[in-house]
């Protein structure tokens, strides 16, 4: 009986690790280049997918640049928000930004002149059960699909399997 009790265990702990890696992706903004000056953003977020359970990572030089969390309007005229919050700015150097809710997010290097030099960010973020994202063209040898999309893709299946798993070990208690 304990040996049906430990696989039960050992089986919910793997869909549990599993359906957590297929429904989150982490997003280093700018990939090897980081946060900085001379990035272009813009072309940073075309083909990526952003969800609800993702995450963005700023990595950069702390002494050198922040990010503000700020709204289209700020976004728009690189403005800094009128007072600091808890969040505003951030200034690690390696900051995590939990996706939490669907909707646009703008952010924007507060030090001075940077967010007129291309160092501000604009993301979409859509609900796990959103729309499907439009594919961009691809080049024959490009054809092979990212690591978090393939998980992606496989997170219903992997939830179905969950389900099919549970059912039948209810079945043997």
Request: aromatic letters at 8%; proline letters at 8%.
């Amino acid at each position: 009986m304990a040996s049906k009790q430990m696989f039960v265990v050992v089986v919910l702990a793997i869909i549990v690790v599993l359906s957590s890696i297929a429904l989150a992706t982490e997003h280093v903004v700018g990939d090897k280049d980081g946060w900085k000056i001379g990035v272009n953003y813009t072309e940073w977020v075309k083909g990526k997918t952003f969800l609800v359970g993702d995450t963005l990572v700023f990595n950069y030089d702390n002494t050198t640049h922040n990010v503000f969390k700020v709204d289209g309007d700020q976004f728009k005229a690189c403005k800094l928000p009128p007072a600091k919050t808890a969040d505003n700015p951030l200034s690690s150097g390696h900051d995590v930004i939990a996706l939490k809710a669907s909707g646009k997010k703008w952010y924007i290097c507060g030090t001075p002149g940077h967010c007129d030099k291309g160092m501000k960010l604009v993301i979409n973020v859509q609900s796990p059960a959103g729309p499907a994202p439009t594919p961009a063209p691809t080049a024959p040898s490009a054809l092979a699909p990212s690591p978090s999309a393939a998980f992606r893709t496989s997170a219903p299946a992997i939830l179905a399997a969950a389900s099919m798993v549970g059912s039948v070990l209810g079945s043997l208690f």
